[in-house]
């Protein structure tokens, strides 16, 4: 049974960088589009960024725009979020979804990893 592993979360304080990671198992990533979503407390899950599948499009919520880097090494079967110039807004549980394309609602969801951005 397929499986994904987010990885990376922490505190950082505000203008640090951290880099997220979402390992597959069971399954291979390459045909997969891969997004990250968050959710803050009190606040709706929010899509942050979908790499696709197809042609290797990456797509950003406006927030993070110019701050956050999606990238996949399919070698490793893994999925990264580059997060630089973290801001306390940023702060949320952060969420690897996988389905065939970019979309609202993926089908498959890791567990989630903590980021907080603090000083």
């Known amino acids: 049974q397929g499986q994904l592993v987010e990885s990376g979360g922490g505190l950082v304080q505000p203008g640090g960088s951290l880099r997220l990671s979402c390992a597959a198992s069971g399954f291979t990533l390459d045909y997969y589009s891969i997004a990250w979503f968050r959710r803050a407390p009190g606040k709706e899950r929010e899509g942050v960024s979908c790499i696709s599948s197809s042609d290797g499009s990456a797509y950003y919520a406006n927030s993070v725009k110019g701050r956050f880097t999606i990238s996949r090494d399919n070698a490793k079967n893994t999925v990264y979020l580059q997060m630089n110039s973290l801001k306390p807004e940023d702060a949320a549980v952060y969420y690897c979804?996988?389905?065939?394309?970019?979309?609202?609602?993926?089908?498959?969801w890791g567990q989630g990893t903590q980021v907080t951005v603090s000083s």
């Open positions: 979804a996988a389905d065939r394309a970019c979309v609202a609602q993926p089908a498959y």
